[in-house]
């Protein structure tokens, strides 16, 4: 079977940090594009981060130097690590593979492109 497993929500205070996980299995996904999205109730699910097989990594300009996504293709897992939160980053978090990325960073933000998903973790900030 193909999945991906989040895990490490919680509930957090302004300023904490959390760091989540996806396990993926069932098939290869070194060659994968692997993203992580979040969706707050009555929002769309927007990007957060992606990461190339290459190593490569794009953010939301709004996490930008507080969130660190990493892959360790190895261990077929990828880790969002999340630092100084916010209120506004309360949402279902949820890791996506792009099985055929294209070299246009605007396909790694759409969440159209992305073929495999986890059931998604919730992250809570309290102010």
């Known amino acids: 079977q193909v999945q991906l497993v989040e895990s490490g929500g919680g509930l957090v205070q302004t300023g904490g940090s959390l760091r989540l996980s996806c396990a993926a299995s069932g098939r290869s996904f070194s060659n994968d594009a692997m993203g992580w999205f979040r969706q707050a109730p009555g929002k769309e699910r927007e990007f957060v981060a992606a990461?190339?097989?290459?190593?490569?990594?794009f953010y939301l300009d709004a996490v930008k130097g507080r969130f660190t996504i990493s892959r360790d293709n190895a261990k077929d897992t990828v880790a969002l690590q999340m630092n100084n939160l916010k209120p506004e980053d309360t949402a279902i978090y949820y890791c996506?593979?792009?099985?055929?990325?294209?070299?246009?960073?605007?396909?790694?933000?759409?969440?159209?492109?992305?073929?495999?998903w986890g059931q998604g973790t919730q992250v809570t900030v309290s102010s």
């Open positions: 996506a593979a792009n099985r055929s990325p294209t070299p246009f960073i605007v396909t790694l933000r759409d969440k159209s492109r992305y073929d495999y």
């Open positions: 990461i190339r097989a290459s190593g490569a990594t």
